[in-house]
């Protein structure tokens, strides 16, 4: 909402909640300046060009047909659509995938493919782990210089688990002053991250940090060769109009509120590794603002049209 | 428990959990070193000499009795004993008060009251603003400068409001970086000031911080006299075994994971109002250890027995 | 800059710096996506329309009547030009004022002299802690309700001390899980809130917290009569661009980022006092972006042009 | 100070400091409840039986001799007498090594040599990073299990920095809702590790974190054998007094003010990969407790002796 609400091209003219429909929207989000007000979901009769789905996984999977039947064009933010591979869905899911994936097309740019976004009825938009993962080893990958697994290390903030989480380590009280890891065999996002990275196998070990946002991913990866890792960086994002390279390691304040991800890589020449830094906003290129990029590219317009890349600091 | 485990006197016997009776204390409490496990709570079976009962309103109220006929000298630090006046009691917590207040003694020492507390059955131990409030307040009221209605801000961790609190305004992501104030008219601790005061009537608004401990009282207040404030503070707190009154504002940081409250005063001129400053660990002058300060009383033991002092910095 | 890179009227054409000149200033600010190189400041050579004086209190006395001569307007976010009496600059910043005030006109638009800010040749934006307390007490005041002394207790972010403060008090480290008072007595922003609310005698308190951004103002103040505040307030500021009268103690968090202030009000019958809240984000609605609200009016565009008023949340 | 305070068997005779001396100690560290006044530093009159050291790197090369000769025992908290390796040392710290390390003995005591704790007159406190790298790595690394380059990924609480530091990245403004990678090649503790793991070479990268203390260690390492982690962990650490194998991902909170080390491990099948997560407290275990843990060693103490296991929560 923020985000649209200063984009030159879009108007929101519908937001939804099953449980709060009739209220104001200002209401359930003082932080917003609106006079909207929260309608019930129906899918049949979505009301506008593009809707945008930002509900817990199953959500989308049954309602994603009907609207576009209805004529709306679809980024999904849910992991509902990511996953290519049924069996993989199946196995990191507990459930059944989507027949056909219902066409959707996964909607991270950087990986090449615009055109099949820009035409695209439904689009899956990334998790915030998996676009960090994947822009920090992209360009080693496309290279083909990765000879060995890489290890993922990323931190984000809190936000990521939702509004909705009641476990008291989610508290301010118990979070603050506190780091730990999650999910750490068989998190969800793997197969995800493997697969965008052309089936690559990752080790991957998500941690939670005491902080509302940001995402960052450190990787060590053993490369056949470390020379100039900043030029080959800067040449494969040169035409990026979302991610940076940076010239020190990226920090995620530097991106919050922004559509932006910071990479960053180095080589350790005493082992043969690269390291690679990617910091964004889990909330912002980690999810709305990706979306909007999307967005950008499915409505025709420049992909980082209306979306901020200063961040707000301190 | 952390303060129990190193105390020379106390041994703990017994921890109870109505929900997790039966598991090790350490599965529900990691972060404790310890080797009991969590028993049911029966009232006519203390199988102690004290018995420290850290409930939500109306668990003392319910069993207090039982408990001190079956021999136990019992620390409440919930709110169901603190106020003298039924009327009080009824129109700040919308509920019957105990009868007679089972006989309890108000257990701040500072009032001056400790014989009643060394020889009680049944402590209530004050509320957290309270202690801060008081603290600051005592001195000038004691020597009957003050001449005109308090105003006590208060600025809490979000501890005070527990673990079992759901609302997503206590999650890390929507607490972080922000303040507000809460209970602005008619917080149940305003009745506990005013009764600690002697009936002088106050303005109180708490507010919630973005920190998990530690409470600042912050209290203007005109007086008739507004000379050697830091000398009358100094004499007044003289014997205090756990009150320090310092030379600049205190910071609630200063005074983590101890049972001391810092005091400062100075006094504005221009306006004949005298501004003090209290700070304390909510969860520890502020609730535990100055539960622990009272069963030193009770138990006959020096009144900082065993209570650490030194904050844990940074 | 964050802010005026997406307003639609202005272009920043130059950023000066002393001691960076010649070097980008995405590289002194990593978190700006900005090609800009950071220039010397000549006053005699604006080279733009309108300057932002953002320095520390004695810069803009010196320069503002160069840059006025060259032909610039000027809002000044420093002190240097926000008080109108000479012996109360004396008294609070122990140094001599500005010549006849250098002609500045005092930047608070809900005071309600825009017109003079339209025109002005230079403008002193106010201070952090005033804009909260006098949009906090302003309506009150101009309904003549007020019979008392304002106590006002304000809590901020430790942004306001900027970066380049060494003490280590201001060091994560050592302001993480911290809250204390400073400034207790004679802190300067005390002659300016007076001055802005017509020489009303106020008791000013400002607090520290744990958090980079956000400002809240919590004010206790006798008044003659304690109805309907919130219509009071409502209408007072229907026609405020920036200023939302909101149905609960509002929060910081939900300003950040964004040029609003939010402000409540209530009543306490059984003292007479009223407690109005306000929170804003000290480096928007309190500096930043209250300076872009000022040269909106000076180049004659709507108040909030190009401003954000939708909260980065969470 | 803090912990010493509260040991039975030692007693702070003098605190040193080179630009206080002559003040009271508590007006230097108001968090501290002492009546110590601070002294200067001579180590030809050390006037105690132990001396800890605690200053930056160089300090205590310059004085172990002396001090030594004076007839005290020495625990030294910095860098100086921790490698072996005289070439590491001179690599790392582009400086000199003590003449024959000046016979300092390393003391990790889960290393196993605890006798040459016991009876050394010099002894060399190891990193935090180190420790909690070390003490995952080490059962593994023991039973013979590990095939390949370990990488370690640490993230650390803002007091590692220590008070002095003055770049604008360390104050809370600008280091809260942060992360980032630092030193990410060459780091110090690198060889140090390498030397406790018996010459493993290892990749290292260290994170800072948006609090004041805490410190996890997440290491991914190929192993030959993934079997039965848990046991060879429990069984490794069995007698290990401040090493808790626990059954989560341990979090840096747990242990909180504590000399405790939370050790866990998991197997990822899929990869063939160890994956185990070490959390303590960077200032506890990760320095001042283990100084502690060593001066009870040294002094004939049980070697947990006065050190607080319960962390402080929340």
Redesign the interface.
């Known amino acids: 909402?923020?985000l649209l609400?200063?984009h030159p091209g879009f108007r929101v003219v519908r937001a939804t909640s099953g449980r709060l429909a009739g209220t104001p929207l200002r209401?359930a989000?003082?932080?917003?300046?609106?006079s909207l007000e929260l309608s019930s979901f129906d899918p049949a009769d979505p009301g506008a060009e593009f809707v945008l789905l930002a509900q817990e996984n199953g959500f989308a999977m049954r309602h994603a047909a009907t609207l576009i039947d209805a004529g709306a064009r679809v980024v999904d933010l849910s992991a509902d659509h990511r996953l290519r591979d049924p069996e993989a869905y199946r196995a990191y899911y507990k459930a059944e995938p989507a027949p056909e994936g219902h066409g959707a097309v996964y909607g991270l740019p950087e990986l090449g493919e615009r055109d099949a976004i820009r035409s695209a009825r439904l689009v899956a938009n990334p998790g915030c782990h998996v676009t960090a993962a994947v822009l920090a080893l992209l360009p080693l990958v496309r290279a083909g210089r990765v000879t060995g697994?890489p290890?993922i290390?990323t931190?984000t903030?809190?936000?990521g688990?939702g509004?909705a989480?009641?476990e008291?380590e989610?508290?301010?009280?118990?979070?603050?002053?506190?780091?730990?890891?999650?999910g750490?065999?068989g998190h969800r996002h793997t197969p995800e991250i493997e697969q965008a990275l052309g089936g690559l196998?990752i080790?991957f070990?998500p941690?939670i940090?005491?902080?509302?946002?940001?995402l960052?991913a450190?990787v060590?990866v053993p490369v056949s060769d470390g020379a100039d890792l900043d030029a080959l960086y800067r040449e494969f994002y040169a035409d990026a109009a979302t991610v940076?390279v940076?010239?020190?390691?990226?920090?995620?304040?530097?991106?919050?509120?922004?559509a932006?991800c910071?990479v960053w890589a180095?080589?350790?020449a005493?082992?043969g590794?690269a390291?690679v830094?990617a910091?964004l906003d889990n909330l912002g290129k980690g999810a709305a603002a990706a979306a909007i990029q999307n967005l950008n590219l499915m409505a025709g317009y420049e992909e980082a049209e209306g979306l901020?890349?200063?961040?707000?600091?301190?």
């Open positions: 909402m923020r609400a200063r209401d989000c003082p932080w917003l300046d609106t697994t290890v290390d931190k903030g809190a936000s688990a509004r989480r009641k008291s989610y508290l301010l009280s118990e979070a603050l002053n506190d780091v730990r890891a999650y750490v065999v196998p080790r070990t941690h940090l005491p902080m509302p946002r940001g960052l450190t060590a940076r940076v010239a020190h390691p990226p920090t995620t304040k530097a991106t919050l509120g922004t932006r910071d180095t080589y350790d005493r082992l590794m390291v830094c910091a901020p890349l200063d961040g707000l600091w301190p």
